[in-house]
């Protein structure tokens, strides 16, 4: 079964990026769709969550505070991710993504005195070698060129920021909360961050198909999560994040290839296959 549960997470976020593309391509407001996409996360997680004495912990503001940064930094993200989906191709948005575990590593190495290894360095270095390969090379229009250049570097730096908010959770928060508990926050102030967007925008108004696709990705994103968890109950992590991790920028860039037309330049193909080392040197 843990083989299963691998195979489900790694489709289930492959599909997160199947939807974002879809809502790019059918022109839907993007913002609009997370805010559903958040809401029904929610949801989930508040229905699904043991509240019993949560009223008796102490030490709220902290917690709620560091919630909240990474709820904006996480709908901020797949704002990010979607564009450069729709604009870099899959497999280099993924791949991009994927690497940014390099950033709870660092902070793990240097805040928490966590063992350093060879592997961890040589893939350290490889990640940024790979980043700097899979942005696009100049087109002539530079300031286009610069627009959408710059989205794998921000996706690289959010998501590095945000898996280490995740590690800072797991090492000095934990103890006092439920990783639940914390999760129904940092959803809600995602949720409330696009919302007040939106309100301010004059946009807080949906489209039947902005509906369907936000509950269509929020329950694919809820799922990639739970698989990964169940796959880890069974499978040592050490086998499970390098074969989600390196199947997901295959997969993708396979299918941005195929499906979607992606056309990798050839030293983004190269930056691939580097990041795909960095990923298996990082996590194995």
Do not use: C
Not at 105 to 123: A, P
Not at 213 to 231: C, K, P
Not at 278 to 283: K, Q, Y
């Amino acid at each position: 079964m843990g083989l299963l549960f691998l195979t489900l997470s790694a489709v289930f976020s492959l599909s997160v990026a199947q939807v974002l593309k879809l809502v790019e391509v059918r022109s839907l407001r993007v913002l609009n769709v997370l805010v559903i996409n958040y809401l029904v996360a929610v949801v989930i997680s508040i229905v699904s969550t043991d509240w019993n004495g949560f009223e008796e912990h102490t030490g709220l503001i902290p917690i709620l505070i560091h919630s909240a940064i990474l709820g904006f930094l996480f709908i901020a993200n797949f704002m990010i991710y979607s564009k450069s989906i729709d604009k870099n191709g899959m497999g280099i948005s993924i791949a991009a993504m994927r690497m940014s575990l390099v950033f709870p590593i660092l902070l793990s190495l240097m805040i928490y005195n966590e063992d350093i290894t060879t592997g961890l360095i040589l893939g350290i270095l490889l990640s940024f070698i790979s980043l700097i390969l899979l942005v696009p090379a100049s087109k002539k229009d530079r300031r286009i060129h610069f627009k959408y250049a710059v989205l794998p570097v921000l996706l690289f730096f959010i998501s590095g920021i945000t898996d280490s908010g995740l590690k800072v959770f797991e090492r000095e928060f934990s103890m006092l909360f439920d990783e639940s508990q914390f999760l129904s926050a940092l959803f809600f102030f995602a949720f409330l961050t696009g919302s007040v967007v939106l309100l301010v925008r004059g946009q807080f108004n949906f489209k039947i198909k902005e509906l369907v696709y936000g509950v269509l990705l929020g329950v694919v994103n809820l799922y990639s999560s739970y698989f990964i968890l169940l796959a880890l109950k069974e499978i040592p992590g050490s086998v499970v994040f390098p074969l989600v991790n390196l199947s997901i920028v295959f997969a993708g860039t396979f299918i941005g290839v195929i499906f979607w037309k992606d056309r990798p330049e050839k030293r983004q193909w190269i930056g691939l296959a580097l990041a795909s080392i960095s990923i298996f040197l990082l996590v194995a």
